[in-house]
């Protein structure tokens, strides 16, 4: 009995992944990303050409010792060196692939360290998205927690 309620369980669940993967829009929202003094929330929205955008849209940590608020002085892009970190864009033209039920097409900007890898993201579990940014085949993945 026990194997049955485990294995209907487990089948739930994994309905629950699919289901959520399944809808190019299931992405939109706003999540929870780090911890701490490194928390911040990332709002994804959609764009008119129906690809996806990201942008950090509040930081745990936005003040510096001075009391004024930081700005993303590590981007590439001279010209947006002055954007406050709490209004960061961290990508646009994220598109879903149905096919492999992920979202893809790309690159992820990582503020902390100024650059820019290949984003791809996939719901792991019920409001669970798993962020993946690689550069020559070397990854990482953080989990963002979907706000309800």
Same mark, same amino acid.
């Given at each position: 009995?026990?194997?049955?309620?485990?294995a209907?369980?487990?089948l739930?669940?994994s309905?629950?992944?699919?289901?959520?993967?399944?809808k190019?829009d299931?992405?939109?929202?706003?999540?929870n990303?780090?911890?701490?003094?490194?928390?911040? =929330? #990332?709002? +994804?929205?959609?764009?008119?050409?129906?690809?996806?955008?990201?942008?950090?849209?509040?930081? %745990?940590?936005? @003040? $510096?010792?001075?009391?004024?608020?930081?700005?993303d002085?590590?981007?590439?892009?001279?010209?947006?060196?002055?954007?406050p970190?709490? =209004? #960061?864009? +961290?990508?646009?033209g994220?598109?879903?692939?149905?096919?492999?039920q992920?979202?893809?097409? %790309?690159?992820? @900007? $990582?503020?902390?360290?100024?650059?820019?890898?290949?984003?791809?993201?996939?719901?792991?579990?019920?409001?669970k998205?798993v962020?993946?940014?690689?550069?020559?085949g070397?990854g990482?993945?953080?989990?963002?927690i979907?706000?309800?």
């Amino acid at each position: 009995m026990k194997k049955l309620i485990l294995a209907v369980s487990a089948l739930f669940l994994s309905l629950g992944i699919f289901a959520q993967n399944n809808k190019a829009d299931n992405i939109l929202g706003v999540y929870n990303c780090g911890a701490g003094k490194d928390a911040y =929330k #990332v709002k +994804i929205t959609q764009l008119s050409d129906g690809t996806f955008k990201g942008a950090v849209c509040w930081t %745990a940590d936005l @003040y $510096d010792e001075a009391g004024k608020i930081k700005t993303d002085t590590k981007n590439p892009d001279k010209s947006l060196r002055n954007v406050p970190m709490d =209004k #960061v864009v +961290i990508f646009s033209g994220l598109q879903y692939d149905a096919e492999k039920q992920q979202w893809s097409g %790309a690159k992820i @900007y $990582d503020p902390g360290r100024g650059i820019k890898v290949k984003m791809t993201a996939k719901f792991e579990g019920p409001g669970k998205l798993v962020v993946r940014g690689t550069v020559l085949g070397i990854g990482e993945s953080v989990t963002w927690i979907k706000e309800k």
